[in-house]
Structures are given as C-alpha cells and as structure tokens.
C-alpha cells in the first residue's frame, strides 16, 4: 500500500482543516488507517484512526470532539477533518495503513507510511 497525505496549510486558532490520505494498492479495505502527527522536537504520536470498514474510528484525547476521520474505500481515501483547531496542533501529520487493530496506538507498529503535510495553526 502507498499513501499520499494532503491538504496540510495554515489555519487561526478556531478554524478548520480536512487532511486527505490517498492510498494506492488494490488491498486498501483490508487495512486500518492511522492518523499521527509529529511536532518539532517531540516523538511522532497517534492522533485517531478508523477501521478498515470505516464503522468504528478511535481518537487521542487530544482530538476528541474536535477531530473526525472517515474513509471511501471506493476512492481509496481516507480523510480528517479538523475543527476548533489550536496552535498545539502544529505538526506534519502523517497517515499511516496497518492490518492491527484500529484501536492500536503502537505508531511502531504500522506497515506502510506516507509522507508527511504539515499543519500550521496560528494564536
């Protein structure tokens, strides 16, 4: 599986953004998506995910009631929307597939990677 992260920019404080995660690879529905994001100088961290059905999604509590990820298996993608947004959002954030349980927040553990996009968000 290839992942292409997009729709990183910049933002105030209280606005909103929509990452997308295009993947390429015809196994696509087999594979848990994962959220993370990495600010400057911290470790790379679970930031929510969704199940390969796109029923059931699992957030950090840092994105909860704030962030919501869903999934289009017919295009591929998966997407994270991002409202109320705060300036300790500020990361690149990276998508991630993995045939683990949605649930699993072990970044270590993730199969395939995409690249990054990075999300400013201004005070």
């Known amino acids: 599986v290839q992942l292409q992260a997009s729709g990183g920019g910049w933002v105030q404080a209280g606005g909103s953004l929509r990452l997308s995660c295009a993947a390429s690879?015809?196994?696509?529905?087999?594979?848990?998506i994962y959220w993370c994001r990495q600010a400057p100088g911290k470790e790379r961290e679970f930031v929510a995910s969704i199940n390969w059905r796109g029923q059931n999604t699992y957030y950090a509590d840092s994105a909860k009631g704030r962030f919501t990820a869903s999934r289009d298996n017919a295009k591929n993608t998966v997407y994270l929307q991002m409202n109320s947004m705060k300036p300790e959002d500020t990361a690149v954030y990276f998508c991630?597939?993995?045939?683990?349980?949605?649930?699993?927040?072990?970044?270590?553990?993730?199969?395939?990677w995409g690249q990054g996009t990075q999300v400013t968000v201004s005070s």
């Open positions: 690879g015809r196994t696509f529905g087999d594979y848990a």
């Open positions: 991630a597939a993995s045939r683990t349980h949605y649930t699993g927040t072990s970044i270590y553990e993730y199969e395939y």
